[in-house]
């Protein structure tokens, strides 16, 4: 990338590295770590052309989140649904094809962190 001045990187790390999570602290402090490392690249980067973002979701229906309990989760989100991959997916596509973003940690939680 840094040859080609021309790059895009996409991080993905979590809510909690946003606000940490109770019961979580090694997750939520390597998340946050995440964010950290995405602020600074991006600026390191910036002048090479070369994008970093990262993306922070909320509860996604994965197999990471299946012991989560998602009615009692919905009453917390404002749109009072759980995330699905394609919500990640769609915004890393936009991530790819926008050329002016960068430096950001994009939240993807249907409100839950408002």
């Not at 769609?90 to 926008?98: A, P, S, Y």
Request: charged share 20%; with cysteine; glycine share 12%.
């Amino acid at each position: 990338m840094l040859s080609e001045k021309s790059g895009c990187i996409i991080n993905i790390s979590s809510i909690f590295g946003r606000v940490g999570g109770a019961c979580e602290v090694h997750y939520s402090v390597s998340k946050a770590g995440i964010d950290g490392m995405t602020k600074a690249l991006a600026k390191e980067f910036g002048l090479s052309n070369i994008r970093v973002n990262s993306i922070a979701p909320g509860i996604i229906d994965t197999d990471m989140n299946q012991n989560v309990n998602y009615e009692e989760m919905k009453a917390e989100i404002p749109l009072g649904k759980i995330g699905k991959t394609m919500d990640i997916a769609k915004c890393v596509k936009w991530l790819i094809e926008d050329e002016y973003t960068t430096g950001q940690i994009i939240e993807i939680n249907g409100g839950w962190n408002i």
